[in-house]
Structure formats: C-alpha cells, structure tokens
C-alpha cells in the first residue's frame, strides 16, 4: 500500500469518511425524493366502485393497495440504483480516490498505467464488491492505528458502503475514538444513536439491506370509511339478513301446511264425490231410456 499525498493512505478512513458520508446523505436524499414521487402518484389515483362496498372489504382492499405502492417503491429505486452500480462495473470506472486501482506514470515513458487493486483474496478487475475493513493508518509506516467497527472500505464508495454498517454511531467508546482519529475542526454537537429505540433494523444491519427497505421501519396507513362514505353519498342502501329456522319455526309450518292440506282435502272429498254420483247417476237414466 502506498500513501496519499504522502500524508494519509488510500483507504484511511480520515481520507474516505468524508466521501462516504457525501455518499450516504445522497443515498437518504434520493429514498425520500423516491418514496415522495410514489405517494404523489398514489395519492392522484382514484378509488371507483359500481356500488358502496363494506368497511371490511374497503379495508382489505386498501391493505392491497398499500401492498403494491410498497412493493412498487422498492423495485423501482432497486433497479435504478443497481442499473448504475452494473454500469460502474461493466465500465470499470476508475475511482477518483484511486481505490480500485492506483495509476502511475511510467518512469521511462510518459505513458499512464495502472496497478489494480485488491481487498483480502478479492480484485476489483473481477467484483466490484470487494472490501476490507475501514481503519486509521499510520502513514509512515501503514500500520493500523484503530478500526471503524461495522464501516468498510473497498473498489467503489457506494459497493463500500451498502456493505458497511453503522455500529460504531451507537457506541460512545468507538464514536469518541472515531471522532479523536478524524480530528475535525467542525464542532460536532451530534450524539450517538440510542440503541434502545425500538427498530427492525439491527445495528449491525448492513446499509444495504436497510436500503432495500428504503430505510422505513414501518408504513402507516388509516382508513377513514367515514369520509368514504360521506364522499360516495348513497342514494339508498338495501340489506340481506341469513338467519336458519329454528325448531319451534319448522314445526309451526308444517302444522299449518298440514292444517291447510286437512281444509282443502274437506272442501274438495265431497265436491269430488258428488261430482261422481251425478255422473253415475246420469249415465243409470241414459241407459234405461235406451232400454225402454
């Protein structure tokens, strides 16, 4: 390893701490500007119905909604992020802090060349996720000073940086000697973050994978069916109550369809039955005037 400027390493952290947390303030901007630019849409869309749905229904249905705006958020600022992240790759963009690979001119030569760099067993020309662990560095001798716990350095700031965590921001010990090797002429009023705040995130979660959650603990959503009913002003509601018949019910209609047999069965016997007589009686008179 070489120094920078003849004063700080390469990958010290004095030296990329400041680039990374440029890169990490981006990274937070553009999850709000992702996350704003979908509720704007959301919010511009219509809910429409042929008919006044049921508060659970609504409720299942908007459940769905947030399902899909959530989902839609992710995929899109995933895919636009790994769309620049493979592009940086497949290019082989040289870093300007020189961390993927050192460039130097030829002593005998003017031409421009290049010494690649490794991380560990890992070499920038094959992964640009190769890293190693963020450290101060003595320039004169490149020993180790001191470790950033969780924070990592390798080929590219963001590669770097979506595998780095933020465990050092909640121990006062690793923050104050972070803070000592920094020697910033900034006054810092800033505290470490309290560990004990309730999240689904751990802190040794890595950036990157708080980032595939766009770094939201939770998504909040309320329905107010109260508005939606007020809004959607019925002109009339109509309703279907299913109930099954009891025992005393059953009985009490077949005794009535009995009765009313019984009653019909007496007005129509005798009807039925004098009908019949006639009839005989009619055809006994026609055959004995035959006989005559």
Same mark, same amino acid.
């Given at each position: 390893?070489?120094?920078?400027?003849?004063?700080?390493?390469?990958?010290?952290?004095?030296?990329?701490?400041?680039?990374?947390?440029?890169?990490?303030?981006?990274?937070?901007?553009?999850?709000?500007?992702?996350?704003?630019?979908?509720?704007?849409?959301?919010?511009?869309?219509? *809910?429409?119905?042929? *008919?006044?749905?049921?508060?659970? &229904?609504?409720?299942?249905?908007?459940?769905?909604?947030? +399902?899909?705006?959530?989902?839609?958020?992710?995929?899109?600022?995933?895919?636009?992020?790994?769309?620049?992240?493979?592009?940086?790759?497949?290019?082989?963009?040289?870093?300007? &802090?020189?961390?993927?690979?050192?460039?130097?001119?030829?002593?005998?030569?003017?031409?421009?060349?290049?010494?690649?760099?490794?991380?560990?067993?890992?070499?920038?020309?094959?992964?640009?996720?190769? /890293?190693?662990?963020?450290?101060?560095?003595?320039?004169? +001798?490149?020993?180790?000073?001191?470790?950033?716990?969780?924070?990592?350095?390798?080929?590219? /700031?963001?590669?770097?940086?979506?595998?780095?965590?933020?465990?050092?921001?909640?121990?006062?010990?690793?923050?104050?000697?972070?803070?000592? *090797?920094?020697?910033?002429?900034?006054?810092?009023?800033?505290?470490?973050?309290?560990?004990?705040?309730?999240?689904?995130?751990?802190?040794?979660?890595?950036?990157?994978? /708080?980032?595939?959650?766009?770094? @939201?603990? @939770?998504?909040?959503?309320?329905?107010?069916?109260?508005?939606?009913?007020?809004?959607?002003?019925?002109?009339?509601?109509? *309703?279907?109550?299913?109930?099954?018949?009891?025992? @005393?019910?059953?009985?009490?209609?077949? /005794?009535?369809?009995?009765?009313?047999?019984?009653?019909? &069965?007496?007005?129509?016997?005798?009807?039925?039955? +004098?009908? @019949?007589?006639?009839?005989?009686?009619?055809?006994?008179?026609?055959?004995?005037?035959?006989?005559?």
């Amino acid at each position: 390893m070489t120094q920078y400027d003849g004063l700080l390493m390469y990958n010290d952290f004095r030296l990329t701490s400041c680039f990374t947390f440029q890169a990490l303030r981006s990274i937070c901007q553009l999850v709000d500007d992702a996350i704003r630019n979908s509720l704007t849409n959301f919010y511009a869309t219509q *809910y429409v119905s042929g *008919y006044m749905v049921p508060s659970t &229904l609504l409720e299942s249905q908007a459940q769905a909604l947030v +399902n899909e705006l959530r989902a839609s958020t992710i995929n899109e600022f995933s895919g636009s992020l790994d769309i620049v992240r493979q592009t940086t790759q497949a290019n082989a963009l040289f870093s300007s &802090l020189q961390s993927n690979a050192r460039l130097f001119i030829q002593p005998t030569s003017v031409i421009l060349g290049s010494l690649l760099a490794r991380y560990g067993n890992c070499a920038c020309t094959l992964s640009s996720k190769c /890293i190693s662990p963020s450290a101060f560095y003595d320039g004169l +001798n490149s020993t180790v000073l001191s470790l950033v716990r969780g924070m990592r350095t390798g080929c590219y /700031i963001l590669e770097a940086l979506l595998q780095s965590s933020l465990e050092c921001f909640y121990d006062p010990i690793c923050f104050e000697s972070m803070m000592s *090797y920094l020697n910033s002429t900034v006054i810092w009023n800033g505290t470490v973050m309290n560990r004990t705040t309730p999240s689904r995130f751990l802190t040794t979660s890595a950036i990157g994978d /708080i980032l595939d959650e766009l770094m @939201i603990e @939770i998504w909040n959503w309320t329905l107010k069916f109260d508005d939606y009913f007020a809004q959607c002003r019925p002109i009339a509601c109509s *309703y279907t109550v299913e109930a099954r018949n009891d025992a @005393i019910y059953i009985m009490t209609t077949l /005794i009535g369809l009995v009765g009313g047999l019984v009653t019909a &069965l007496k007005l129509a016997v005798p009807n039925s039955v +004098n009908l @019949i007589r006639k009839k005989k009686d009619r055809q006994l008179c026609d055959t004995g005037m035959i006989d005559q």
